[in-house]
């Protein structure tokens, strides 16, 4: 009696608006902590007295601590009180309780499951509302499964809101539990003859989620329930209705029911000729009749392009769709101008001549002050590059890397050089371009264009004094552009001769003495601002034009031992190389520096090692497996001959560098384009009987000793006459070996691996590997690509050399990994029919 009086007596506990209050009033982040502390020690004593008077406002006042991110898990067990509480107010703030602290990964919340089903059977709508509602938020696989029956039944109700909410707890259930998807099919039919849009909106979401999951369920709502005519009919309604202020916004009826019933459309009709032309007219209609000047329309159309887009629509419909987005570029809203451009990106591989019609809108937007708009306007713009609007292009996109931000001038300069390579009318337009991107770009620009620019002067023979007299006029006035200054200091010691002979049609000669050249040579030598790879180029460009020059060799000389004794390791090694040249080997200095032949490298072109990005980047690739990179890859090769002689360890490929290097500790490699420096990172093992690179020859003797003793490789490119083999064939992926015999050495054997893709959709992350026994040595080069093109439209190649010195009949090992529609494929095999007249 004594305590009841005492709790009678007691003071009712604050408010949940006091407590929001008397937090906001605190003024530092202590006193908010010391007000939260003593209002959750007041609940915790209140939920220990089992008070039931004031347990919903405790239980409210705890969601409110929680949101403001304080612990507030004691009161879960308060929570399932409330919710099995009679009373409805209980019931609203426990299930709230329940949605916002309980989770799946909480064994607690598993006791709420009983309550659920109970409320889930409720006479008042509002009770099953907030159990559906609730379930939906944090059913797991195991609540799904036992309550999936109930929902299901729910969905067959008579009453609207009730319907509605039972549609998006099942879409729920199907992402926990796809597998419980039949249970809700077959009521799915009745859904979409409602008149109430809410049902239909809802009904439209649980649909997609089934096709999106299932293709069983989207091949079921195709053919069997003919489900695209149906929402033909409601779309149609939609758009023909007239004003209805229930369903209204901003003179669009429904908008959100309109875009959830296109995006249905589109996985109905994607790939599917039948669904595709139901939908053809109505996508016109929802195109031409909808209201452009607000926010509301501009999305539904946006929806509807995507549609058209995805489907196997008629050509006039695709053209309709860019003509959309090339509206939506003139709108002033910078995010519809983002997005139609990112459309129009992914439209112009299938629509070019459609996007063409927007060109000079798409090159406006690389003058709009939002950098991503930019960014995506010089995606496309190059994108829309061809032969017949390459003059214009690349003078707008010139201009714009006049004033492009420093992230963009990399990729730019890149993605130009790819053009003009591809598209270029004739070589002086090509030069010419080339040459106001190096003076535009500074020193943004990559070392492939500058090998490309060179290989592309070397080849243009006739246009040579041309170019080499607009490079040094060019440095004379500004030798603060690195990549500037190495093209022309190459050219200059390369064409030095044609630069003083004058001899250029259609241009004034550029008349200049030997001495004006050293000059500017020097001048770059001796820059601080000069990188140690320019002054590279440079010195080795004075070298060369002791040959070219005849009366300013001894200056040449003095020049050389000035730098002998330079700081710089790489320069006072090519200094004292060249000094070396002219006081012990000058009788073969002529030959050794003469003009270099015509080079062959492309910008962006695939060679080993090497894959092409789109921005006209090349990043190396590296061998499949290499022990070096990956040394868990190694252990598990190693194992692939199980039971049999341990494999011999794979050889990572040695790369030769497509363009003259830029900065190499070996004389004759600067001097004829060989290649006859170990690399950079140190010398690769080589197989036994091949020949490998010789070490480094010394700086002061022995200069022309080592010469001689560096005989290429070279491939024999004549067939063995022996019929390819396939090594593998399954599940689409096939898998070719093709012959060849290496000349420098019968034992090696050339093998090409060549793999197709016969499925309807490629293979991602395609890797190779291989193990072959000790009695073997395997060398695996770089493959051309990582992705296998679908339906055989395109091949992945990749060269394996073995060495088989005991003349052994060859066995091999093979593990392949690649990603298909997401999932990732690991299989294993082995090859032993190799033809006996690969060893004999």
């Known amino acids: 009696m004594s305590q009841l009086l005492e709790k009678l007596t007691m003071p009712a506990p604050a408010k949940l608006r006091d407590l929001i209050r008397q937090i906001r009033s605190v003024r530092t982040q202590a006193e908010e902590r010391a007000v939260i502390e003593k209002e959750c020690a007041n609940i915790r004593g209140m939920f220990r007295d089992e008070d039931n008077t004031y347990r919903c406002r405790n239980v409210a006042k705890?969601?409110?601590?929680?949101?403001?991110?304080?612990?507030?898990?004691?009161?879960?067990?308060?929570?399932?009180?409330?919710?099995?509480?009679?009373?409805?107010?209980?019931?609203?703030?426990?299930?709230?309780?329940?949605?916002?602290?309980?989770?799946?990964?909480?064994?607690?919340?598993?006791?709420?499951?009983?309550?659920?089903?109970?409320?889930?059977?409720?006479?008042?709508?509002?009770?099953?509302?907030?159990?559906?509602?609730?379930?939906?938020?944090?059913?797991?696989?195991?609540?799904?499964?036992?309550?999936?029956?109930?929902?299901?039944?729910?969905?067959?109700?008579?009453?609207?809101?009730?319907?509605?909410?039972?549609?998006?707890?099942?879409?729920?259930?199907?992402?926990?539990?796809?597998?419980?998807?039949?249970?809700?099919?077959?009521?799915?039919?009745?859904?979409?003859?409602?008149?109430?849009?809410?049902?239909?909106?809802?009904?439209?979401?649980?649909?997609?989620?089934?096709?999106?999951?299932?293709?069983?369920?989207?091949?079921?709502?195709?053919?069997?329930?003919?489900?695209?005519?149906?929402?033909?009919?409601?779309?149609?309604?939609?758009?023909?209705?007239?004003?209805?202020?229930?369903?209204?916004?901003?003179?669009?009826?429904?908008?959100?029911?309109?875009?959830?019933?296109?995006?249905?459309?589109?996985?109905?009709?994607?790939?599917?000729?039948?669904?595709?032309?139901?939908?053809?007219?109505?996508?016109?209609?929802?195109?031409?009749?909808?209201?452009?000047?607000?926010?509301?329309?501009?999305?539904?159309?946006?929806?509807?392009?995507?549609?058209?887009?995805?489907?196997?629509?008629?050509?006039?419909?695709?053209?309709?769709?860019?003509?959309?987005?090339?509206?939506?570029?003139?709108?002033?809203?910078?995010?519809?101008?983002?997005?139609?451009?990112?459309?129009?990106?992914?439209?112009?591989?299938?629509?070019?001549?459609?996007?063409?019609?927007?060109?000079?809108?798409?090159?406006?937007?690389?003058?709009?002050?939002?950098?991503?708009?930019?960014?995506?306007?010089?995606?496309?713009?190059?994108?829309?590059?061809?032969?017949?609007?390459?003059?214009?292009?690349?003078?707008?996109?010139?201009?714009?890397?006049?004033?492009?931000?420093?992230?963009?001038?990399?990729?730019c300069t890149s993605n130009i050089c790819i053009a003009a390579d591809k598209y270029a009318p004739n070589k002086r337009w090509h030069i010419d371009t080339?040459?106001?991107?190096?003076?535009?770009?500074?020193?943004?620009?990559?070392?492939?264009?500058?090998?490309?620019?060179?290989?592309?002067?070397?080849?243009?023979?006739?246009?040579?004094?041309?170019?080499?007299?607009?490079?040094?006029?060019?440095?004379?006035?500004?030798?603060?552009?690195?990549?500037?200054?190495?093209?022309?200091?190459?050219?200059?010691?390369?064409?030095?001769?044609?630069?003083?002979?004058?001899?250029?049609?259609?241009?004034?000669?550029?008349?200049?003495?030997?001495?004006?050249?050293?000059?500017t040579l020097e001048k770059v030598l001796n820059s601080s601002g000069s990188t140690a790879v320019t002054k590279s180029f440079t010195l080795t460009a004075v070298m060369k034009l002791s040959t070219r020059f005849t009366q300013t060799i001894p200056r040449i000389q003095a020049l050389m031992d000035q730098f002998g004794s330079s700081v710089d390791m790489e320069l006072q090694q090519r200094s004292v190389e060249f000094a070396k040249l002219?006081?012990?080997?000058?009788?073969?200095?002529?030959?050794?520096?003469?003009?270099?032949?015509?080079?062959?490298?492309?910008?962006?072109?695939?060679?080993?090692?090497?894959?092409?990005?789109?921005?006209?980047?090349?990043?190396?690739?590296?061998?499949?497996?290499?022990?070096?990179?990956?040394?868990?890859?190694?252990?598990?090769?190693?194992?692939?001959?199980?039971?049999?002689?341990s494999p011999a360890p794979v050889i990572p490929q040695m790369e030769k560098p497509a363009a003259p290097p830029a900065a190499s500790n070996d004389l004759l490699g600067d001097l004829l384009g060989l290649d006859l420096s170990s690399p950079a990172a140190g010398p690769a093992p080589m197989v036994p009987g091949m020949t490998a690179p010789q070490p480094q020859m010394d700086m002061l003797g022995g200069l022309m000793d080592g010469v001689a003793a560096q005989p290429a490789v070279q491939m024999s490119a004549n067939n063995l006459g022996i019929p390819s083999l396939t090594a593998y064939e399954k599940n689409g992926l096939k898998i070719s070996f093709s012959f060849q015999r290496d000349n420098s050495n019968a034992n090696v054997v050339i093998i090409t691996l060549t793999a197709t893709n016969s499925t309807d959709a490629p293979m991602n992350e395609f890797v190779f590997q291989a193990a072959v026994p000790k009695t073997f040595q395997l060398q695996l080069q770089s493959p051309s690509g990582s992705v296998v093109p679908p339906s055989n439209m395109g091949v992945v190649t990749q060269v394996i050399k073995i060495l088989n010195p005991q003349k052994a009949p060859i066995r091999m090992r093979i593990k392949l990994t690649y990603n298909y529609k997401g999932t990732d494929v690991n299989d294993m095999g082995e090859v032993n029919s190799f033809p006996a007249a690969l060893w004999q």
Request: proline share 3%; with cysteine.
């Open 434 to 519: 080339m040459l106001k991107v190096l003076s535009t770009a500074g020193s943004y620009v990559r070392d492939d264009v500058i090998a490309h620019m060179i290989s592309l002067v070397s080849e243009a023979s006739t246009l040579q004094a041309y170019t080499v007299q607009q490079l040094f006029r060019a440095i004379q006035e500004d030798i603060t552009q690195q990549p500037l200054v190495q093209v022309s200091s190459w050219c200059v010691g390369e064409y030095g001769d044609l630069l003083m002979s004058g001899q250029v049609e259609e241009e004034e000669p550029l008349q200049v003495t030997e001495d004006e050249v050293l000059d």
């Open 62 to 411: 705890l969601l409110y601590i929680h949101m403001l991110g304080y612990p507030a898990h004691f009161g879960q067990l308060e929570c399932l009180k409330l919710i099995a509480s009679p009373r409805f107010t209980d019931k609203r703030i426990g299930y709230l309780g329940a949605a916002l602290l309980l989770d799946e990964r909480q064994d607690v919340h598993l006791l709420v499951t009983n309550s659920l089903k109970n409320d889930l059977n409720h006479n008042t709508q509002f009770v099953v509302g907030l159990a559906l509602g609730t379930l939906g938020n944090i059913c797991s696989v195991e609540m799904s499964r036992d309550l999936a029956g109930e929902v299901e039944k729910l969905l067959k109700s008579s009453n609207a809101y009730i319907k509605k909410k039972a549609a998006l707890c099942a879409v729920r259930i199907i992402r926990k539990v796809p597998e419980l998807m039949e249970m809700f099919l077959p009521a799915t039919k009745n859904l979409l003859n409602e008149k109430n849009h809410g049902v239909l909106l809802t009904a439209v979401c649980l649909i997609t989620e089934m096709c999106d999951k299932s293709p069983d369920a989207l091949a079921h709502f195709r053919k069997q329930n003919k489900m695209v005519p149906q929402l033909v009919r409601i779309l149609k309604n939609l758009i023909m209705a007239g004003y209805s202020p229930e369903h209204d916004v901003s003179g669009v009826s429904d908008p959100f029911l309109q875009v959830r019933i296109l995006r249905l459309l589109r996985l109905l009709g994607k790939n599917d000729s039948e669904a595709s032309e139901a939908m053809n007219d109505i996508l016109a209609q929802v195109a031409t009749n909808t209201e452009t000047t607000k926010n509301v329309g501009n999305s539904i159309l946006y929806e509807t392009v995507l549609t058209i887009m995805d489907i196997k629509s008629e050509s006039g419909l695709r053209v309709l769709a860019v003509n959309i987005l090339g509206r939506f570029l003139l709108n002033n809203d910078k995010n519809i101008r983002y997005v139609a451009l990112n459309s129009l990106l992914k439209t112009v591989q299938t629509d070019l001549n459609a996007v063409q019609r927007h060109r000079s809108t798409i090159v406006d937007c690389l003058k709009d002050p939002d950098i991503s708009i930019r960014k995506r306007a010089m995606e496309l713009s190059f994108a829309l590059v061809n032969s017949n609007n390459v003059r214009g292009m690349m003078k707008e996109l010139i201009f714009f890397l006049e004033k492009a931000d420093a992230i963009f001038k990399v990729d």
């Open 582 to 645: 002219f006081k012990s080997y000058d009788h073969m200095r002529s030959g050794l520096l003469e003009r270099m032949p015509p080079l062959d490298a492309k910008v962006g072109s695939k060679g080993d090692g090497e894959e092409a990005n789109t921005n006209g980047e090349t990043t190396a690739v590296s061998p499949p497996a290499s022990p070096a990179v990956k040394q868990e890859e190694g252990n598990a090769l190693l194992d692939l001959l199980g039971g049999g002689p």
